[in-house]
């Protein structure tokens, strides 16, 4: 909650403060015009698939997206939506380095709730990659275009 509240501050900020000076200088780069075309049309989808491949550092991007057509409504959610894959996949990595300090330190009890993070971890983070035909690396896995 903390970054999506961070991220809209951000947004409001760029929707108020030098956007003019901003939107004059962008006018000459057809890739910033072709974003903004795309998000008049389906502004909630572009900005998650933004905020989940790390393009550009989220400040910059939280910047650029205010200087875009779209709602707020549909900036936070999208925002949000598109944080959790990478604090969960985080949330995951950190629990995991922990698992391998209590190896190699002898294990302890680990809780139900340790448990239930661990697999929602690794399902969340996992399965995606599963299910979209891509080697992790955004490679397909799919022989279709080896002939």
Same mark, same amino acid.
């Given at each position: 909650m903390?970054s999506t509240?961070g =991220?809209?501050? =951000?947004?409001?900020?760029?929707k108020?403060?030098?956007?003019s000076?901003?939107?004059?200088?962008?006018k000459?780069?057809?890739k $910033?015009e072709?974003?903004?075309i795309? #998000?008049?049309?389906?502004?909630?989808?572009i900005?998650?698939l933004?905020?989940?491949?790390?393009?550009l550092?989220?400040? #910059?991007?939280n910047y650029l997206?205010?200087l875009?057509?779209i709602?707020i409504?549909?900036y936070?959610?999208?925002?949000?939506?598109?944080?959790?894959?990478?604090?969960l996949?985080?949330?995951?990595?950190?629990?995991? #380095?922990k698992?391998?300090?209590d190896?190699?330190?002898?294990?302890?009890?680990?809780?139900?709730?340790?448990?239930?993070l661990?697999?929602?971890? $690794?399902?969340?983070?996992?399965f995606p990659?599963?299910?979209?035909?891509?080697?992790?690396?955004?490679?397909s896995?799919?022989?279709?275009?080896i002939k």
């Open positions: 903390g509240a =991220a809209t501050a =951000a947004f409001l900020l760029g108020m403060v030098g956007r000076y901003v939107v004059s200088k962008l000459n780069y057809p $910033f072709a974003v903004a795309a #998000i008049r049309r389906s502004g909630f989808k900005t998650v933004l905020r989940l491949a790390p393009l550092p989220f400040n #910059i991007l997206l205010s875009t057509p709602s409504g549909e936070i959610l999208a925002t949000w939506l598109g944080m959790v894959p990478i604090t996949a985080l949330v995951y990595v950190g629990t995991t #380095i698992d391998l300090s190896v190699t330190h002898g294990w302890k009890d680990i809780s139900l709730a340790h448990w239930i661990l697999t929602v971890g $690794f399902v969340s983070t996992d990659c599963f299910f979209s035909g891509s080697d992790g690396f955004g490679r896995s799919s022989k279709q275009g």
